[in-house]
């Protein structure tokens, strides 16, 4: 029997000869025997960039696709490949074997935009790029990703959330938790406040600002610090009027001392509130002029919680500011939006937010209690015996005190609505606006008649406390000749008259 002679296996052969069941001498980039046939080798697609590392002793071999075995005895121990290079051809083929793409390059860093802070920006501390120590400080625990992952592993810091970006979440947590119910107080309203206009304001970063403001202004409001210096109690009628609430009162905070949210947030929520309301308001004004079906709704809902805003923002102070300076700039902030008012009036009626407009009363002539409608005819005079000379000023008074009346007769129809307030400072005719930063006293009369609008709504949290400290303002600021027009609104916000429609006064 003739001895079969001693022939080596071809163990890396490529694929066409193994299909044809016969020997291929592996020559590169294509085998002699697909050479001969003018067949395509397998051997061509394979890139010569791969490494191979062998499971034993970790030893490479660069510049051919196949790494020797270490131990020629035993031809039986298979290499292992490693992850191919970026320099790997597109198709991504090993041996006529699909690869998957790819993946994507990781997104670029994000970019943080810092815009000036208004008022005092000095008293603000750093709310961007900012780390919490309990974070930077702590040694970066192995996971089991990272285990696996050298490129995450090599970089613990990255992923980590910024102070300023939890705070932001917080602040937000805290909006759907409870600031919504507290916008307006209407409980219709508590769905859109709740669901729609944080939708809306996620569109749009000036709207998403003043959300977060809201919400930072809410918790200074209703956990204050507790090293906030007791209010002095008054000693009589008219020193009453001048006593700034104090910061706890009004509705029940949510939060227990021991839990107060505020103690979370790297820095306090009266500098949180100043910060996005700063950037919220600069970048809503560009867009003022730019009234379109598809801005109106989120420039509707960023005046509607400005004025909230405005009007809420000195109970947040530890030390009460001199209010009638304070009302007033509310008053000529909120003028600014009548703009978005009075263009976009028939785009808002369609839309979900035609709730909260209330531009009119829906009798302008209705009655109003009779001691008010008696001070609204002593006022009416008052302004023709002191304006006999001038008649435009006359009839810009005039007009005003029309204004005043439609507010009344809308805090008659809509009882606790916050948003009766709004109509008041958008329409107030210019004259009278430029009359009270004057400080003339038939303008800071009307001004405190308009002062018991908000003493209605102190129940509410933004407003509580407010109308009283703007009528003892009034009474300080005018003489003893302007005194006499303010007898029933004094009475209002001291509780001494009769109790008629809507409080105001009267039967």
């Not at 507010?407 to 009359?435: C, K, Q, T, Y």
Request: aromatic share 6%; hydrophobic share 35%; proline share 11%.
């Amino acid at each position: 029997m003739p001895v079969r002679r001693h022939h080596e296996k071809s163990r890396h052969g490529c694929i066409q000869c193994k299909a044809r069941k016969v020997k291929c001498d592996e020559a590169k980039p294509v085998c002699g025997g697909c050479n001969k046939r003018g067949a395509k080798c397998s051997f061509q697609d394979a890139t010569s960039s791969f490494v191979f590392v062998s499971e034993f002793n970790g030893a490479q071999s660069k510049g051919s696709s196949i790494a020797s075995p270490p131990n020629s005895a035993n031809p039986d121990i298979r290499p292992s490949i490693t992850s191919p290079p970026a320099s790997a051809s597109a198709s991504g083929s090993i041996a006529g074997l699909e690869l998957p793409p790819p993946p994507p390059p990781p997104p670029p860093p994000l970019q943080q935009h810092h815009l000036p802070l208004a008022h005092n920006p000095q008293s603000l501390p750093s709310l961007d790029h900012t780390r919490h120590s309990s974070v930077s400080s702590a040694p970066s625990q192995p996971s089991r990703s990272n285990a696996l992952s050298p490129s995450i592993a090599s970089a613990p810091s990255e992923g980590i959330f910024t102070a300023a970006e939890r705070d932001n979440l917080r602040l937000m947590r805290y909006y759907m938790l409870f600031v919504y119910k507290q916008i307006n107080g209407d409980p219709k309203q508590f769905a859109l406040w709740r669901d729609y206009i944080p939708e809306l304001a996620f569109q749009h970063d000036y709207l998403l600002h003043m959300v977060l403001a809201m919400s930072a202004l809410h918790m200074a409001i209703t956990n204050p610090p507790s090293t906030s210096p007791p209010h002095s109690t008054p000693m009589s009628p008219e020193s009453s009027l001048h006593t700034p609430p104090s910061a706890s009162a009004g509705p029940s905070s949510p939060h227990s001392s021991t839990s107060n949210p505020s103690t979370s947030l790297s820095a306090s929520p009266t500098a949180l509130a100043l910060h996005h309301h700063t950037l919220g308001l600069s970048l809503f004004r560009p867009n003022v002029s730019n009234v379109t079906p598809s801005t109106i709704q989120p420039l509707f809902a960023f005046s509607c919680l400005l004025a909230i805003f405005a009007f809420g923002a000195p109970r947040a102070s530890q030390h009460p500011p001199d209010i009638l300076p304070e009302i007033i700039h509310s008053i000529s902030l909120l003028r600014g939006t009548g703009t978005i008012v009075r263009q976009g009036t028939e785009l808002l009626k369609t839309s979900p937010m035609a709730a909260l407009m209330l531009p009119f009363p829906h009798d302008p002539h209705g009655p109003l209690p009779p001691r008010l409608e008696a001070a609204l005819a002593h006022l009416a005079a008052k302004n023709v015996s002191a304006h006999v000379g001038s008649p435009e000023i006359r009839d810009a008074y005039t007009q005003a005190l029309a204004v005043l009346r439609n507010a009344f007769l809308l805090a008659d129809e809509r009882p606790g609505s916050g948003m009766v307030v709004v109509p008041f400072s958008i329409f107030l005719p210019d004259r009278v606006a430029l009359g009270l930063r004057a400080g003339e006293p038939m303008a800071l009369v009307l001004l405190a008649y308009y002062a018991v609008l908000l003493h209605q709504l102190q129940n509410s949290v933004w407003l509580k406390g407010l109308g009283r400290r703007v009528v003892g303002a009034v009474w300080d600021e005018v003489g003893e000749g302007w005194r006499e027009c303010l007898g029933w609104a004094v009475g209002e916000v001291q509780g001494e008259s009769g109790t008629g429609r809507n409080g105001l006064g009267g039967n």
